[in-house]
């Protein structure tokens, strides 16, 4: 009876793992109830992406920048990507992720934490919306980001609405208890998208020229998404291949292809650009990133729509205002 019982639970815990609980993924950074220490005068950014990828695609760059300039930078993974492949799925998969997203984060210089929720299934309610104000207060942020809540990705949108329902409530010190409330509000901002319903305002634009490399390295290591393509990676044959060449050529054609996304953002981004930087240097800038300001939390615009000169410099410490 003993050996079918212990039988019994090895069948159980394989389950578990295969099923995507893989329990690592559940790794976090911001333990329940603490504060983490603060640098003093140096701004605490922590951004959420849907996927294991989607933050560094979006901020890489600008986290580099802001780790240069002595800022911590927190990376939220708000599903564990277990189904974002076309081959693998389930535990191994969230595995092999966030072993990719660790080795990403750490040429990009973040805290980088994966919650345990499958790929696809993040859903809008209370319990996730107390995960949200919890990592936010426990970061101590002073800037959060997000995808904006008009995407094409449930699990994109789903993490811009729960942005958007912690800005008020990471403040309020009865929901959550168990976390310090900030005596302050964050700023929030959405990173950038294409979707044009409504369109993308630039309202800060950030110059990846010296860091675009390190960015492009950084997305490489995640090799299940850039170099085999991902949930529909297998419409191209040459995904499923172990030939160390066309592997390169996979390499090589992605990285160019999102450094041209970057130079494309440059473009869209270029009147911000030319105005934080100046017009020579603006005028210039090859690869960017770019973030709307969300009307929820703190800015001292009386319009909620824009952001003044002296919350860029603290937010964006690298960016020298002419």
């Not at 904006?148 to 010190?173: E, K, W």
């Not at 979707?195 to 997305?219: G, S, T």
Request: a neutral charge.
């Amino acid at each position: 009876m003993r050996r079918l019982m212990k039988h019994f639970l090895t069948v159980l815990c394989l389950l578990s793992f295969l099923h995507g609980g893989f329990l690592a993924a559940q790794s976090n950074p911001f333990q329940a109830g603490s504060i983490l220490d603060r640098k003093d005068g140096k701004p605490r950014i922590i951004c959420f992406g849907a996927h294991p990828d989607d933050a560094e695609i979006r901020a890489g760059g600008s986290a580099m920048l802001w780790g240069a300039a002595g800022c911590d930078v927190a990376f939220v993974s708000t599903t564990n990507g277990d189904i974002g492949h076309w081959r693998e799925a389930g535990g191994p998969l969230a595995k092999r992720r966030y072993d990719e997203v660790q080795k990403a984060a750490e040429i990009l210089g973040t805290q980088t934490s994966v919650w345990d929720i499958h790929d696809g299934e993040l859903e809008v309610n209370l319990e996730n919306r107390r995960r949200f104000i919890r990592a936010i207060r426990q970061w101590q942020a002073d800037l959060v980001i997000a995808h904006r809540p008009n995407d094409y990705h449930p699990d994109h949108r789903y993490t811009g609405i729960l942005m958007q329902d912690s800005a008020f409530m990471v403040g309020v010190p009865h929901l959550c208890p168990d976390v310090e409330p900030l005596k302050k509000s964050p700023v929030f901002m959405y990173s950038y998208d294409a979707f044009q319903n409504p369109p993308f305002r630039v309202d800060v634009a950030v110059a990846l020229d010296d860091v675009i490399e390190k960015k492009l390295d950084a997305l490489m290591v995640m090799e299940s998404q850039f170099l085999e393509g991902g949930a529909l990676g297998g419409l191209d044959p040459r995904t499923a291949s172990n030939d160390p060449k066309v592997r390169e050529e996979l390499r090589a054609a992605a990285r160019e292809r999102y450094r041209k996304r970057f130079a494309g953002i440059a473009d869209v981004a270029r009147t911000k650009l030319i105005e934080l930087y100046g017009q020579e240097a603006g005028s210039k800038v090859k690869y960017a990133e770019a973030f709307e300001l969300c009307e929820y939390g703190r800015s001292s615009s009386m319009d909620k729509q824009t952001l003044s000169a002296e919350e860029i410099r603290f937010l964006f410490p690298f960016i020298r205002l002419p």
